[in-house]
């Protein structure tokens, strides 16, 4: 099996019947800058042992990435191209991790102990255009403790966002990440100082946006074959 066929066994909802599908050679392995290697060791190392299947989708270009896994799958993600430019206002680790790595749109056989599941956008453009103005819409949250939100809106923009709503922002200029997560049963979140439940978490052992990308790609590492984490 392919990892492609892989990838279309696990979700197959993601192509559309009749869809025009190309590919170009596999090979091995994304290489990030010597920077982004020193800033993101654990990524760096998750990326360059992939393989590697660049994929159009009737005309749009991805990166299927795969590795083996220890339990005896095939695992991947499925993934934008770098950026050719980076976001207005993003914080600066994420635009210069964009121009090597576009984000992840989709995962197949995924582990279901790593903070990628059920997401849609991971690290990607699209999502990072987005501030955290959601929380406008739960402002009756904070009632019990003031009524008012504790953080700007407009100072965060999102870098995952999973399917039911649940996201993780990071902060444009110090790059502190929290979860805004109204539906959840995470055991490794707290909430943010003043804040109720269901509402806005900081992330146990988590600062900034460079910890949670290597949180994340450790997480992926750990069900590797062969690649020291």
């Not at 799958?73 to 991790?97: M, Q």
């Not at 903070?115 to 019990?144: I, K, P």
């Not at 992926?220 to 062969?226: E, M, P, R, V």
Request: glycine residues 6%; negative net charge; aromatic residues 12%.
């Amino acid at each position: 099996m392919t990892d492609w066929e892989a990838f279309v066994e696990s979700v197959p909802w993601f192509v559309d019947a009749g869809s025009n599908v190309s590919f170009s050679d596999q090979c091995r392995g994304l290489r990030l800058s010597r920077t982004l290697n020193l800033r993101f060791p654990a990524l760096s190392r998750l990326l360059a042992s992939a393989d590697v299947t660049p994929v159009s989708i009737n005309d749009a270009a991805y990166y299927l990435l795969a590795w083996n896994s220890s339990d005896g799958e095939r695992i991947g993600w499925l993934c934008f191209p770098p950026a050719s430019k980076g976001v207005s206002g993003c914080h600066d680790d994420h635009n210069d991790l964009l121009k090597s790595f576009g984000g992840i749109v989709e995962r197949f056989n995924e582990p279901a102990d790593t903070w990628l599941l059920n997401h849609n956008d991971v690290l990607t453009e699209r999502e990072a255009v987005h501030d955290a103005s959601v929380l406008n819409d739960y402002v009756w949250a904070f009632e019990d403790t003031g009524g008012s939100l504790p953080i700007r809106p407009m100072e965060y923009h999102s870098i995952a966002r999973e399917a039911n709503g649940n996201t993780t922002f990071c902060h444009r200029t110090t790059g502190s990440v929290i979860l805004f997560t109204p539906d959840h049963s995470f055991d490794f979140v707290t909430p943010l100082d003043g804040c109720p439940e269901y509402t806005l978490y900081t992330i146990n052992g988590i600062v900034d946006f460079r910890d949670w990308v290597e949180a994340v790609a450790s997480q992926w590492l750990a069900h590797t074959k062969g690649i020291q984490s």
